[in-house]
C-alpha cells in the first residue's frame, strides 16, 4: 500500500472497531487524531493541583468533532445506497453534513433555527452547496420535521440518532486512552443532544473491554501493533460529566425544556434526542450533570483563548467551565487527571467573539507617531 503511513482518518486507524466492512469506500477528510493539549494555567487560576486536558474537537476539518460522525454515517450511507442526506442543525451537524455530502457527490439538505446559528457553520453549508432551510422554530421542531420527512421520502438522517454517528464519535475516548495510557478519572462535556457523551462512553466501555486482560491490543491498525500504543492498559472507565447552559438545561430541569435559549447556540436544545442513554451513562459512570450561567460559559472561553491560546466556541467552554467550578469545590478532587473535550472552533462565532472585545481593537492614524503611542503604552 503506498504512503502506508499517512494519515488518513479515523476510519481507516479503527477499521476493526467499527461496523465498516474492510473494502468500503471511505468518505472522509481526515478527520480525528486532534490534539489532547494539557492546560498549564487554568489549574492554577482556581489554585488546584489537577492534571487537567482539553481534546480540542475543533480542529476536526470543518471544526467540530461532528466530522468524527460524519464520515462514518456518510460512508454507511452512500455504501447502502443513499442519494441524499438530511439533518437538523444548531449549525456543526449542518455544516459537517454539508461537507461530507460534498466530498461523496450526494445531496444535503439542512433544516436550521431561523438567525440562530452562527455565521461561520451558515457560511460552510452554503460554501458545501447544501440546501439551507432556516426554520420559524428552533432545532427541537427541526430534529422532529426531519425525523417525519424521512419517513415519507428517501432521505438519510444523519444527526446523531443515526447509529453510525455515535460509532464514529466513540474513537474521541479511544485516542485518549492511547495518549494517557489509561482512561482519565473524569471525562468534562457540554451535553446538548446528548450523542456526544453517549458515544463517548461506548468507547471507554470498548476501551476497557477489548482485547485480552484489558489490554488494547486492537488499538493502532497503523504500525502493525508495534509502537507504544499497543500496550496501553486500561482497566476503568472516567466519571462521565455533562454540562448544560442553564437557559437549555432538560437533564437539570429533569423533563425537556420547550423554550431553550443561550448564547451557546450550538447547544440550545430542550428536547435531547439521546436521553435515556445520557441518564444511562451518568449512572454507570458515577458522573453527574451541572448547569451554567452564559457568563460563566463565556468567562471560561475568554480564559482558554487569553491565558492558554485555545480558541473555542462558546458552547464547548462549557465543559472547561464546568470542570473549573467543579475542581475548585473539590467536588473534582485534587490529583484528579482530568479531559474536557472542546467541541468546535471559536472562528465559527466570531460575533460573540468580537462582542466581548471591548476595546481590544483601537483605532489609530496610519503614523508613527500614533502606532508607536499606542503600543508603547500597552508594554
Ligand atoms: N458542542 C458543540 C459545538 C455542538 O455543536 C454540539 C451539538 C454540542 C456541543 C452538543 O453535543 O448534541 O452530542 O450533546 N451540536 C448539534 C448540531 C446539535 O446540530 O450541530 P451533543
Known amino acids: ?15 476493526d472497531r467499527l461496523p465498516v466492512q474492510d473494502d468500503v469506500r471511505i468518505i472522509g477528510l481526515g478527520e480525528g487524531n486532534t490534539p489532547l493539549i494539557q492546560l498549564s494555567k487554568l489549574p492554577r487560576v482556581v489554585a488546584r493541583d489537577v492534571d487537567l486536558f482539553v481534546k480540542f474537537e475543533g480542529l476536526n476539518p470543518t471544526g467540530s468533532f461532528k466530522d468524527r460522525g460524519m464520515t462514518m454515517a456518510v460512508t454507511k450511507a452512500v455504501d447502502e445506497g443513499a442519494k441524499a442526506i438530511i439533518c437538523a442543525s444548531t449549525g456543526n451537524t449542518s455544516a459537517s453534513a454539508a461537507a461530507y455530502a460534498a466530498r461523496a457527490g450526494i445531496a444535503c439538505f439542512v433544516l436550521i433555527p431561523d438567525g440562530k446559528i452562527a455565521l461561520g457553520k451558515l457560511a460552510q453549508a452554503i460554501m458545501h452547496g447544501a440546501q439551507v432551510l432556516q426554520i ?11 425525523k417525519e420527512l424521512a419517513e415519507q421520502a428517501p432521505l438519510t438522517i444523519v444527526n446523531s440518532i443515526n447509529p453510525y454517528r455515535l460509532q464514529g464519535q466513540k474513537t474521541a475516548a479511544f485516542e485518549i486512552v492511547e495518549e494517557l495510557e ?14 456526544n457523551i453517549t458515544a463517548h462512553w461506548i468507547g471507554y466501555c470498548e476501551s476497557s473491554g477489548s482485547g485480552q486482560d484489558g489490554r488494547l491490543t486492537e488499538a493502532c491498525t497503523l504500525c502493525d501493533g508495534q509502537c507504544r500504543f499497543a ?44 436521553w435515556q442513554q ?7 459512570s458515577g458522573g453527574w450533570f451541572d448547569e451554567l450561567s452564559d457568563e460563566e460559559i463565556l468567562q471560561a472561553q475568554r480564559l482558554l483563548a487569553d491565558h492558554e491560546g485555545v480558541f473555542c466556541e462558546p458552547a464547548s467552554a462549557t465543559s472547561v467551565a464546568g470542570a473549573l467550578r467543579d475542581i475548585r469545590s473539590g467536588r473534582i ?38 502606532v508607536r503611542g499606542a ?4 508594554l
Open 182 to 195: 489509561r482512561a482519565p478519572d473524569y471525562h468534562c462535556l457540554p451535553v446538548g443532544n446528548a450523542g
Open 333 to 370: 478532587p485534587e490529583g484528579s487527571t482530568v479531559v474536557c473535550t472542546l467541541t468546535g472552533h471559536g472562528l465559527k462565532d466570531p460575533d460573540v467573539a468580537i462582542a466581548q472585545a471591548g476595546d481590544a481593537v483601537q483605532t489609530v492614524d496610519a503614523e508613527l507617531e500614533a
Open 136 to 146: 420559524r422554530g428552533n432545532f427541537d421542531a427541526g430534529m422532529r420535521l426531519v
Open 278 to 284: 445520557a441518564l444511562a451513562v451518568s449512572r454507570e
Open 1 to 15: 500500500m503506498p504512503f502506508r503511513h499517512r494519515y488518513t482518518g479515523l476510519i481507516s486507524k479503527y477499521l
Open 375 to 378: 503600543i508603547v503604552d500597552r
Open 231 to 274: 500496550s496501553a492498559v486500561v482497566d476503568k472507565r472516567p466519571r462521565m460529566v455533562g454540562y448544560q447552559a442553564a437557559g437549555s438545561a432538560p437533564f437539570m430541569r429533569g423533563a425537556p425544556v420547550d423554550d431553550p435559549d443561550t448564547v451557546a447556540t450550538a447547544i440550545r436544545i430542550g428536547h435531547p434526542q439521546s
